[in-house]
T-cell receptor, first 114, second 114 residues
Framework: KAGVTQTPRYLIKTRGQQVTLSCSPI?????VSWYQQTPGQGLQFLFE???????NKGNFPGRFSGRQFSNSRSEMNVSTLELGDSALYLC?????????????FGDGTRLSIL | DQQVKQNSPSLSVQEGRISILNCDYT??????FLWYKKYPAEGPTFLIS?????DKNEDGRFTVFLNKSAKHLSLHIVPSQPGDSAVYFC?????????????FGTGTRLTIIP
């Protein structure tokens, strides 16, 4: 069974640009969550989508946005990139988004801002 | 405010012995707890979880214990194997504020000594 797939694996951008990251969840999974991992802040929750609706959002500025498509695939967008946005961005999916369902993670997109 | 804490940044254990990783939490609304293992350049891999209605869950070599009164959980790995060398994260979520919003600890790097 294929796991969570994130593309691209690596990305280099400059300040002020915008970026779009993609995530394909495990087949049949309808909930997709996004996390940011940095050495200083650890793993932090960005937002979660279920049935094309954002259900939950973390404490990140509005420059961070996302969406989910009818096939459960999700994209994350960051506009007006800042140096501090350099991080590993992880996507996770779970079956129904209900209680006690573990999330399964992709290998992430490493974003570097120059 | 770090709601999930892993106070040991690193741990070294002899191969074949028991590895015990600890995690403390402060938010009494957490009711689902998970452990993930992470290798470099890969996403976190789900290991085992426990809901707050239980105090123990076992899966092969991995056992998670939950002490709700102390707000403490631990992961036991018996026997420890070289392939267990990785960073281990505990995570927590609560049905009251979104099951998919995982709050992670800062991780413990486990090294198994052959």
């Amino acid at each position: 069974k294929a796991g969570v797939t994130q593309t691209p694996r690596y990305l280099i951008k400059t300040r002020g640009q915008q970026v779009t990251l993609s995530c394909s969840p495990i087949s049949g999974h309808r909930s997709v969550s996004w996390y940011q991992q940095t050495p200083g802040q650890g793993l932090q929750f960005l937002f979660e989508y279920f049935s094309e609706t954002q259900r939950n959002k973390g404490n990140f500025p509005g420059r961070f946005s996302g969406r989910q498509f009818s096939n459960s695939r999700s994209e994350m967008n960051v506009s007006t990139l800042e140096l501090g946005d350099s991080a590993l961005y992880l996507c996770a999916s779970s079956l129904t988004g209900s209680e006690y369902q573990p999330q399964h993670f992709g290998d992430g997109t490493r974003l570097s801002i120059l | 405010d770090q709601q999930v804490k892993q106070n040991s940044p690193s741990l070294s254990v002899q191969e074949g012995r028991i590895s015990i990783l600890n995690c403390d939490y402060t938010n009494s609304m957490f009711d689902y707890f998970l452990w993930y293992k992470k290798y470099p350049a890969e996403g976190p891999t789900f290991l085992i979880s426990i809901s707050s209605i239980k105090d123990k869950n076992e899966d092969g070599r991995f056992t998670v214990f939950l002490n709700k009164s102390a707000k403490h959980l631990s992961l036991h790995i018996v026997p420890s194997q070289p392939g267990d060398s990785a960073v281990y994260f505990c995570a927590a979520s609560g049905s009251n504020f979104g099951n998919e919003k995982l709050t992670f600890g800062t991780g413990t790097r486990l090294t198994i000594i052959p």
